[in-house]
């Protein structure tokens, strides 16, 4: 059987947190490939200013360009309204029957996974690779697998990543004060980033959610 990492986000923008992140449970679980899927319109993230979806889809065009194990995936930008897990891998299985899909989510979204949509959906059409990150205690994140693990009748594994400090977030303020993004993102990215004037205080608009 076919086996597909699924790496989701906004990627507002993608960096080598992200990367690291998809590589890491390329090897450690033997995934056959990953793709990269940004959303369209995250409900978890209304409040968030999210710059237009074809720049984002294209940094992470441009990020993954040079790892022949990463794919992009437009599945969620294709869709209208507010983009959600559930939905997705509900298509996704559907259309490929013979692949096991592996959802890789940060230690974050592990503790938040149950305040989800569908959670129960999400965990019987995929494993969870979760990491241990984020300022989040190996102990503490064991715990949440086993309790995912029994509640759900699930397959959550823990997914082992070297822990650096960089977000989305910090890039964003980086951007807007005019300070240097260099190795935090791969450089294709941060070119475009810096030719498209992008994550300037005017080049922001605000998420459609």
């Given at each position: ?54 720049h984002r ?38 259309r490929e ?66 822990n650096i ?45």
């Amino acid at each position: 059987m076919k086996k597909t990492g699924i790496m989701g986000g906004t990627f507002n923008p993608i960096h080598y947190g992200h990367l690291l992140l998809a590589e890491s449970a390329y090897n450690q679980f033997d995934l056959d490939e990953v793709l990269f899927m940004p959303s369209k319109n995250p409900p978890h993230k209304r409040e968030l200013f999210i710059i237009d979806e074809a720049h984002r889809a294209e940094m992470v065009r441009l990020a993954i360009a040079d790892n022949p194990h990463f794919v992009f995936s437009g599945e969620e930008l294709e869709r209208e309204g507010y983009t959600y897990t559930a939905d997705t891998l509900e298509i996704l299985t559907s259309r490929e029957p013979d692949t096991q899909f592996c959802f890789i989510i940060g230690g974050d979204s592990l503790m938040q996974f149950e305040s989800w949509r569908r959670p129960e959906t999400i965990l019987q059409l995929a494993c969870v690779l979760a990491a241990e990150r984020d300022g989040m205690s190996l102990a503490r994140a064991k715990e949440q697998i086993a309790h995912l693990n029994r509640t759900y009748n699930a397959d959550v594994r823990l997914l082992l990543v070297p822990n650096i400090e960089i977000s989305s977030h910090d890039i964003r303020e980086r951007c807007m004060a005019g300070r240097s993004i260099r190795y935090l993102t791969p450089e294709p990215v941060r070119r475009y980033i810096l030719e498209h004037g992008l994550y300037r205080q005017t080049s922001l608009e605000p998420s459609q959610g």
